[in-house]
């Protein structure tokens, strides 16, 4: 197994990765590995793994043929999983397992949902800048998404940088974010682009939740930003001066310099990690079938009491 970071001249001259300048911050953000069935990884590989997420959050694995069984005990191996409990269809309108997020425009028969299906508009949210999870009260460790199906073109995932974002705040940015704490809800993402249509029980299920706007790794102690698009308040800040505030961060902290775009092929697995990266999906010819299937590996602990 080879771990090579995204700005090797190697990665950059095969075109493996579309990056852009990531180096900037000094940080080193995204790596891909190669010369590994993450079927068949040993417990040297997963360690290897994750140290490497610890350093660079982002991890591209190219050419991984896997079933959901496989991605979700390759994902078990690095902590406690949650189960796709944010996502809208729940049950029996489900078209895979409650293991597995389904990130696709198809319905339970498989079929490209209509323009105006209200589980496409409410997946429309997963192309506004987010962390995984962090309207649960116990916010996602680890993603990992795996192509099954991509569109032509488009539906590219681009990976912001927390870290480097929060290094170049300065000192009274950093002071004014250190103590704050926001209000994370799927509501509040989803009210974002208009949409309301949530029924009473997803609007108790999905009540929001208390998180840091600081936070810090648990394993390096790196201090990030903890943004999402579901924050929609700041205890004890006027609405409306929150939402700027949460809107001016935002746009400080995914510049170009903090983000590289992923460009899905089939089979490709990508891991992140949501406690110091954002991400968002590009848009792509909604006709088109896009099948992600996604695993999640749970946070330890609570971040606020
Ligand atoms: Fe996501």
Excluded at 133 to 153: E, G, Q
Excluded at 253 to 258: H, P
Excluded at 265 to 280: A, C, F, G, S
Aim: aromatic share 8%; glycine share 4%; net charge negative.
């Amino acid at each position: 197994m080879k771990i090579t970071p995204l700005n090797s001249s190697e990665n950059r001259a095969s075109n493996t990765v579309s990056s852009t300048s990531v180096a900037q911050s000094g940080i080193d953000f995204g790596a891909v590995v190669t010369g590994l069935d993450i079927a068949h990884a040993t417990d040297a590989d997963i360690s290897a793994i994750e140290n490497a997420m610890d350093c660079y959050a982002v991890l591209v694995f190219r050419n991984q043929k896997i079933t959901d069984a496989q991605q979700y005990e390759f994902s078990s191996r690095f902590g406690a999983m949650e189960q796709a409990t944010g996502d809208i269809n729940q049950s029996k309108n489900r078209r895979l397992a409650m293991d597995i997020n389904d990130i696709s425009n198809l319905d339970r028969s498989g079929k490209v949902r209509a323009r105006d299906d209200r589980a496409r508009l409410f997946g429309l949210g997963n192309m506004l800048w987010h962390s995984d999870s962090s309207f649960k009260t116990v916010p996602a460790k680890y993603s990992l998404l795996s192509a099954r199906v991509i569109p032509a073109a488009g539906g590219n995932t681009e990976f912001a940088d927390m870290r480097a974002a929060w290094v170049a705040l300065d000192r009274a940015q950093q002071h004014e974010c250190l103590n704050l704490v926001c209000e994370h809800s799927q509501l509040y993402s989803r009210g974002i682009l208009g949409f309301e249509d949530f029924t009473n029980d997803e609007r108790t299920k999905w009540s929001p939740v208390l998180q840091p706007l600081v936070r810090q790794h648990p394993v390096t102690e790196a201090k990030s930003l903890f943004l999402s698009s579901h924050i929609g308040a700041i205890v004890n800040w006027p609405v409306p001066e929150a939402r700027l505030f949460i809107r001016d961060l935002t746009e400080h902290a995914t510049q170009s310099e903090f983000v590289f775009t992923h460009t899905w092929n089939q089979w490709d697995l990508v891991m992140w990690d949501n406690r110091v990266t954002m991400h968002r999906a590009r848009r792509y010819d909604h006709t088109q079938p896009r099948d992600l299937h996604r695993t999640t590996v749970a946070g330890d602990t609570t971040l606020y009491s």
